[in-house]
């Protein structure tokens, strides 16, 4: 089993930056795809960004450009950076990590487990 827990969200106004982090225990992340997804009120939950084997990454249209998805493997942790932050990425934030994976994994339903997530506000 693998518990995530993230954190960092917050009330920003339009322009502002955000570091989310994903904390991970029960087993180290550093071999799993690990993936950011959102969810704004009334809409989908929707693919943000990815990372897996040698730091690949790989983002959403909306956030590339003003995201980086990394990983610290001695903290068993994942972090997405948000920079010049609109409204429109007003939603809750989760990560979550694919067990069987080998690559790059965008279909949330390929993802085995998820945080509880963190709600970012930008405020315009």
């Known amino acids: 089993q693998v518990q995530l827990v993230e954190s960092g969200g917050g009330l920003v106004q339009a322009g502002d930056s955000l570091r989310l982090s994903c904390a991970a225990s029960?087993?180290?992340?550093?071999?799993?795809?690990m993936g950011w997804f959102r969810q704004a009120p009334g809409k989908e939950r929707e693919f943000v960004a990815t990372?897996?084997?040698?730091?690949?990454?790989y983002y959403a249209d909306s956030v590339k450009g003003r995201s980086t998805i990394s990983r610290d493997n001695a903290k068993n942790t994942v972090y997405l950076q948000l920079n010049s932050l609109r409204p429109e990425d007003t939603a809750v934030y989760y990560c979550?990590?694919?067990?069987?994976?080998?690559?790059?994994?965008?279909?949330?339903?390929?993802?085995?487990?998820w945080g509880q997530g963190t709600q970012v506000t930008v405020s315009s």
């Open positions: 979550a990590a694919s067990v069987a994976a080998a690559g790059m994994v965008v279909d949330r339903r390929r993802y085995d487990y």
């Open positions: 029960g087993r180290t992340l550093s071999s799993y795809t």
């Open positions: 990372t897996w084997s040698l730091r690949r990454t």
